[in-house]
């Protein structure tokens, strides 16, 4: 007498298979989750504007104690037509993205300097990607801010948001600028008027790490701060390649001993 | 015949991965919050050991192998073989996931083939085995 002993299904080893995969995959989601740090809420609107207001009147007597403190310069003079903005003015280009930790160290400097020729309305708060390098570093963003001065105009390009969705897009202008000055690709990209040109930050994002943006507004109000020392100094380095636009214009900002010893570097 | 085409659609896979790291191409990925082609492809894990060399370069040296197995009907060795690629694989969806949180979905177009050939390649179980 003959009998049949067994008979697996040909579907039950690969449905097997296929059943621990997906068991591996969630667990790879789930410890992404645990180990994601959750970034601090953005400021409501009348706290963002006590901090803008504390870093935009930060005393000039503290930006010169400061000097080029503890950062690091890497504009460079570039070769090209004086480029203009859309009220006539030396023409500031940004380009960078929210997710981008050196683009959130390098937009507290940018405000700080800028805010010495024109005013900013409308930054808000925001925090570069939980899962790139230097996470939640505390910032602003220029999208949806605008800025207005007498000497200078500023555009910025913010390509996406935090989590990398896509947000604005440069012009083909603007791309052009892009080519042919950030050859290597790096964010922040800063053009200043096709004069002077830099990419990447002038100070590492780690200084800023876990600090609240009121926590760095503070900081700041001290020179001896390592947080003073990286974005004051890149803020008078910005400074210098902004007064080298305006002729030194206004005096009260370019005549200081400083910002006249940096332009002297630039070239 | 499937895990033959599965190996060339993995081989295309690879070769267009490693030319657009070769070259000015751009890639064609949408990106989103976790789709990320761009963020996959320019991190530190997307060479061999820090050299220069594309991770998409040794796909191309699997994927060739595995057309090869598949062509010779060397079963055992393909089981061997794409085993080696599913770990390897896993190993790539672990760094996309956890380490940069964010997806590649040519990568995963790769990942699914290297699996359905190790589907393919699992040994099927006996018909009905009988004892007297």
């Known amino acids: ?267 | 015949m499937l895990a033959g085409l599965a190996s060339l659609a993995g081989l295309a896979i690879s070769i267009y991965l490693t030319v657009v790291h070769y070259s000015t191409i751009p890639l064609a990925c949408p990106a989103s919050a976790v789709v990320n082609c761009e963020q996959v492809l320019s991190s530190r894990y997307a060479v061999i050991g820090g050299s220069a060399l594309p991770t998409s370069a040794a796909g191309i040296v699997w994927f060739a192998i595995a057309a090869g197995l598949v062509l010779l009907r060397r079963r055992r060795a393909l089981l061997a073989w794409s085993s080696i690629g599913l770990v390897t694989a896993l190993f790539l969806v672990y760094i996309e996931i956890v380490q940069l949180g964010a997806v590649c979905i040519w990568c995963t177009a790769a990942h699914a083939m290297v699996l359905l050939i190790f589907l393919i390649a699992l040994p099927r179980p006996e018909g009905d085995r009988v004892s007297s």
């Open chain 1, 1 to 267: 007498m003959r009998k049949p002993v067994s008979r697996t299904p040909v579907w039950v080893t690969p449905l097997a298979v296929v059943a621990g995969i997906a068991l591996l995959v969630g667990a790879f989601l789930l410890i992404r989750w645990y180990t994601t740090p959750v970034p601090p809420p953005p400021l409501n609107v009348d706290a963002t504007q006590r901090v803008v207001a504390a870093i935009s009147s930060i005393p000039a007597s503290e930006l010169e104690a400061v000097g080029q403190g503890s950062a690091n310069n890497v504009i460079k003079p570039v070769p090209g037509t004086m480029l203009t903005g859309p009220n006539g003015h030396p023409e500031v280009f940004y380009l960078g993205a929210e997710y981008c930790p050196y683009c959130a160290a390098e937009r507290w400097p940018m405000i700080i300097a800028l805010s010495r020729f024109g005013t900013f309305s409308g930054l808000k708060t925001t925090t570069s990607s939980s899962s790139d390098v230097y996470p939640n570093t505390p910032t602003f963003t220029f999208h949806g801010a605008t800025y207005s001065s007498q000497y200078i105009d500023f555009v910025s390009v913010e390509t996406t948001d935090r989590d990398r969705n896509p947000l604005e897009s440069p012009t083909s202008a603007q791309q052009a600028l892009v080519n042919q000055y950030d050859t290597s690709g790096s964010i922040p990209f800063v053009d200043f008027a096709n004069r002077y040109a830099f990419s990447g930050a002038m100070y590492l994002p780690d200084v800023l790490s876990g600090m609240s943006w009121q926590a760095v507004a503070d900081a700041l109000q001290q020179a001896d701060s390592p947080q003073a020392k990286a974005v004051l100094g890149s803020a008078n380095l910005i400074t210098a390649a902004l007064c080298k636009l305006t002729a030194d214009q206004p005096t009260s900002v370019c005549s200081s001993a400083t910002i006249q010893a940096i332009e002297k570097t630039l070239g």
